[in-house]
């Protein structure tokens, strides 16, 4: 059982260069999530979607777009990556937005 | 102010010993509280879950939460070395997603 599955674990990108991070999971949940975390910063989210059809803005959109393609899957992109935007990625499920969330192992990104 | 303070750390602490962690929370409505884990380069991992208020128990760890004073801890009893992680509470009202504190940084040394 896998769980919440992101592609890939590190990437390295240029100042300028796109982006998608890719997110699934198997657990049929509703709601799916994206974090930023930096030291010092704790979880900061990125953006959210409640349900499928649905995706609304977290507390850091600026930079970022997403896709809920499905109800598994839930990917964000970045559209010309700024080294501000270095940083572990994880995306989360949960059954709806008031349930616990399961996290997936993160993405590991840094611009140069 | 944030809605969710909870102290960085770290804290180092002994094998053995009784491990407090604990969240303070501005918002009223909060129903859902929960305790993650967090090993390093490792996602959260969903520990304790617990709804309104009281205590609740699995193995060495316990959960509380006192909503007439916003605060909610984590015990961890008879601590060991592979406790060490990061802990971030999260909690959430009927409606609404988490909101998850910064996350406590523990180190239990042998």
């Known amino acids: 059982n896998a769980g919440v599955t992101q592609t890939p674990k590190f990437q390295v990108l240029k100042t300028g260069q796109s982006m998608t991070l890719q997110c699934a999971q198997d657990?049929?949940?509703?709601?799916m999530y994206w974090y930023r975390q930096d030291p010092g910063m704790g979880l900061r989210l990125i953006y959210y979607?409640?349900?499928?059809?649905?995706?609304d803005k977290g507390e850091v959109p600026n930079g970022y777009n997403v896709s809920r393609l499905n109800k598994r899957e839930f990917s964000l992109r970045l559209e010309s990556a700024a080294p501000s935007q270095t940083s572990v990625y994880f995306c989360?499920?949960?059954?709806?937005?008031?349930?616990?969330?399961?996290f997936g192992d993160g993405t590991r990104l840094s611009i140069l | 102010q944030k809605e969710v303070e909870q102290d960085p750390g770290p804290l180092s602490v002994p094998e053995g010993a009784i491990v407090s962690l604990n969240c303070t929370y501005s918002?009223?409505?909060?129903?859902?509280f929960m305790w993650y884990r967090q090993y390093s380069r490792k996602g959260p991992e969903l520990l304790m879950y617990?709804?309104?208020?009281g205590n609740k128990e699995d193995g060495r760890f316990t959960a509380q939460v006192d909503k007439s004073s916003k605060y909610i801890s984590l015990f961890i009893r008879d601590s060991q070395p592979s406790d060490s992680a990061t802990y971030l509470c999260?909690?959430?009202?009927?409606?609404?997603?988490?909101?998850f504190g910064t996350g406590t940084r523990l180190q239990v040394f042998p």
């Open positions: 989360a499920s949960s059954e709806v937005l008031v349930q616990p969330q399961h």
């Open positions: 657990m049929n949940h509703n709601s």
């Open positions: 979607s409640a349900s499928e059809g649905t995706t």
């Open positions: 918002n009223s409505a909060f129903q859902y």
């Open positions: 617990t709804y309104s208020s």
């Open positions: 999260a909690m959430s009202g009927n409606t609404d997603k988490l909101i």
